[in-house]
């Protein structure tokens, strides 16, 4: 099985180590993983301009989003990875989705997850996780056949000195490993 992580977060920060953890498990199962960061990618935002539906679903910006668009095609399983900031995804994990929309038609029975960190309290954050996680479900309900499997989420970052010693990094591990399982028991792909 191959699974693609997209991270809108710069790396080695706090959501990267999960991101990390999540490829170490999927990696000790047997996976092939890839993590792409888009922060080294030359990115412009979609400008619906429509003209991906007339050529066949290739962009009118030559930069580095067609080649994440295809490893996304080709991939079983992808992991959106974002801190959070103002209770939002980052701005480049939410340019790259915008992007997605040259491919929408083709992207088919994937299953996703979504990994984040964010510096607030955990009282004020858990509260108001939907609306962060919300544009993330909303996003994988385009895509037919598709299931978004699980987020992997630690708040209060500004007081935890190490998040390898967070519940997250356990999860975030066991999840990664645990895809080969999911998959015999829910007999996907």
């Not at 990875?81 to 995804?89: N, Q």
């Amino acid at each position: 099985m191959k699974a693609l992580i997209i991270v809108g977060a710069k790396k080695n920060g706090n959501t990267d180590k999960l991101v990390r953890q999540f490829a170490k498990g999927a990696a000790s199962a047997g996976h092939e993983v890839e993590i792409e960061y888009l922060f080294k990618k030359s990115m412009r935002g979609c400008i619906h301009c429509q003209s991906c539906k007339r050529n066949g679903g290739a962009c009118v910006w030559n930069d580095g989003v067609p080649e994440m668009l295809d490893k996304l095609l080709a991939a079983d399983v992808l992991v959106l990875a974002s801190p959070v900031y103002y209770f939002a995804l980052s701005s480049q994990l939410k340019m790259f989705m915008d992007r997605t929309y040259a491919i929408i038609e083709k992207i088919r029975g994937k299953r996703f997850f979504f990994i984040s960190t964010a510096d607030g309290p955990s009282d004020v954050c858990a509260a108001g996780f939907e609306k962060v996680l919300a544009p993330i479900e909303g996003w994988t309900m385009c895509f037919a056949g598709t299931t978004f499997e699980k987020s992997i989420a630690h708040w209060d970052m500004s007081t935890t000195d190490d998040i390898t010693k967070s519940a997250a990094y356990a999860e975030a591990e066991d999840a990664g490993g645990a895809l080969s399982s999911d998959v015999a028991a829910e007999g996907v792909r």
